[in-house]
């Protein structure tokens, strides 16, 4: 039983590996986009060049990204002041929905609204949450498929890696 748990898990883990390594984003420059924001103003991720930039894709149907977005808010809060933003890209067809659940869920990051999926589809986005670290020069360097607990502290110590360069 311990070695069908054990191969299992590393079949997930290849298979995790090997999503992260298809997205074929890391190392290369961040695309550039403008969207709306909860704030009513238009946010471009090139205005952020220099800071260390999570974006993180979700949507209010994602239980997952339900789970993650308070632990962002707490990473955002955290490190914001010494050079982290982050911006957190909706792609429900109704950006109500998504301005009720940043309220419910007390967050403060930038939430950007992409109703039409021009943004997700430039970040080859196929699963929810969707997390892409860019470093300061503006190049992707981290993508993240889904979330489970504890995916977080991997997002520290790539934050912390990233402000320190």
């Not at 967050?107 to 970040?123: A, C, G, N, Q, T």
């Not at 020069?137 to 993508?143: D, E, S, T």
């Not at 607990?149 to 320190?164: H, S, T, V």
Request: proline residues 4%; neutral net charge.
């Amino acid at each position: 039983m311990k070695i069908k748990k054990l191969a299992l898990g590393l079949v997930l883990g290849i298979i995790a590996a090997a999503s992260l390594a298809s997205s074929g984003m890391e190392g290369k420059v961040a695309p550039d986009f403008a969207l709306r924001s909860n704030s009513g103003a238009n946010i471009r991720l090139s205005e952020y060049r220099g800071d260390v930039v999570m974006i993180n894709f979700w949507a209010t149907w994602c239980g997952p990204c339900r789970q993650e977005m308070p632990l962002l808010d707490e990473l955002y809060a955290r490190y914001q002041r010494v050079g982290f933003n982050l911006l957190g890209v909706n792609i429900d067809d109704d950006s109500s929905r998504a301005m009720r659940m940043v309220e419910e869920l007390g967050i403060r990051f930038p939430v950007l609204f992409d109703e039409r999926k021009e943004v997700s589809k430039l970040y080859n986005v196929e699963a929810m949450p969707a997390t892409i670290l860019v470093d300061r020069a503006g190049n992707v360097r981290f993508v993240h498929h889904g979330y489970k607990p504890g995916d977080e502290e991997k997002y520290l110590d790539q934050i912390r890696a990233l402000l320190r360069e």
